[in-house]
């Protein structure tokens, strides 16, 4: 980006938004956050940004909020994101993912927003895909209502009329520093919370089940490269490789040096066998890709969750 943004970022307090919010206040853009603090915390914020505690799904009040804010570019993250969770209050889901990003459209339209960026889930909207790994033009075929919502809300993206420039960023598996292990989503944070505190780990099916792991920063730099004028479009984000459950999960239990064997239980219905995203796109036409090894990664995300981990047991 040249010139200097002002960027508003829903979902700014969450494990991804807050990672987001940090890099462009490091470019020099001004940032301002608006989250309901339903999942994501205060202190994940960023000092410098400015927040608006507003639930996405009340339009009112975030009609106000961009026409007190005006800005240039919007980033929405704000979403409620558990695969399991969306099968049991899918109409939660609905509200948030879908009514939400409705909102933001209108308010972002209202305002004379330039860009929108929209986190989506290359994980969940494609389904049991026919290709691996699988590129922006397969058919998508979510098969959990988190799914449904977040492609629905893109379907929406690309058919009103307007002249807000769009992109579409379709994630893998985003893992790293960060993320909660206690908000039933990101299997990497689970794992090893559950092995930290004398628990046995739950593997749903037999582990075979592959996925597409991403690391947060290489996302942040995706959405840099997102946020640059003249982009538009949809991207697979992720890295084009695939790993097993069972393999993640070996490589932490060696990592904390632990024996504990999963528990395993009936497959999920609502999780697909196998996720990997081609990302070539992406290479092309954002100049992006991704460089953070997964081995590397891993270890560093289980390091940062141990440190935290006894960092509070010892102050307890
Ligand atoms: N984590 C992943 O692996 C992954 C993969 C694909 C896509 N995504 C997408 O990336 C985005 C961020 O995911 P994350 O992992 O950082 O999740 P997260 O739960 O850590 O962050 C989501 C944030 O949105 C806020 N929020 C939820 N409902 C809201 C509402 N009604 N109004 C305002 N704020 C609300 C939460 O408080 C939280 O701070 C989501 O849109 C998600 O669908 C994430």
Not at 150 to 163: C, H, I, S, T, Y
Not at 243 to 253: E, K, P
């Amino acid at each position: 980006m040249s010139e200097h943004q002002k960027i508003l970022l829903t979902g700014g307090a969450g494990f991804i938004g807050s990672q987001v919010a940090q890099a462009y206040l490091d470019a020099g853009h001004k940032v301002i956050v608006v989250d309901d603090f339903s999942r994501g915390k205060r202190d994940h914020l960023p000092e410098g940004v400015r927040v608006y505690q507003v639930d996405i799904s009340n339009r009112d009040a975030l009609n106000e909020v961009f026409r007190l804010a005006r800005p240039t570019i919007v980033s929405h993250h704000a979403a409620l994101v558990s695969v399991r969770e969306s099968s049991e209050q899918p109409e939660a889901y609905w509200k948030v993912n879908l009514q939400g990003t409705v909102n933001i459209v209108e308010a972002a339209s209202k305002a004379g927003v330039r860009k929108l960026i929209y986190a989506s889930s290359g994980g969940a909207i494609y389904g049991e895909a026919e290709v691996l790994p699988i590129p922006e033009n397969a058919s998508a075929n979510p098969i959990s209502p988190y799914g449904e919502s977040k492609f629905a809300a893109e379907k929406m993206l690309w058919r009103r009329d307007g002249n807000l420039e769009t992109v579409v960023l379709r994630y893998g598996n985003v893992y790293g520093p960060g993320q909660n292990a206690l908000q039933n989503n990101g299997v990497i944070a689970i794992f090893t919370h559950a092995l930290l505190t004398g628990k046995q780990p739950l593997i749903f099916g037999d582990g075979s089940q592959t996925r597409d792991y991403v690391h947060v920063r290489d996302v942040v730099d995706a959405n840099l490269a997102a946020s640059k004028p003249g982009v538009g479009g949809i991207y697979n984000i992720g890295t084009g490789k695939a790993h097993s459950l069972l393999d993640v999960y070996n490589r932490i239990a060696l990592s904390l040096k632990v024996t504990t064997l999963p528990l395993f239980l009936p497959h999920n219905h609502y999780e697909v066998e196998h996720n990997v995203l081609d990302v070539q796109r992406a290479r092309e036409r954002l100049g992006w890709q991704p460089c953070i090894p997964f081995a590397m990664g891993l270890w560093e995300t289980v390091q940062a969750i141990e440190t935290d981990h006894y960092q509070k047991y010892a102050s307890v």
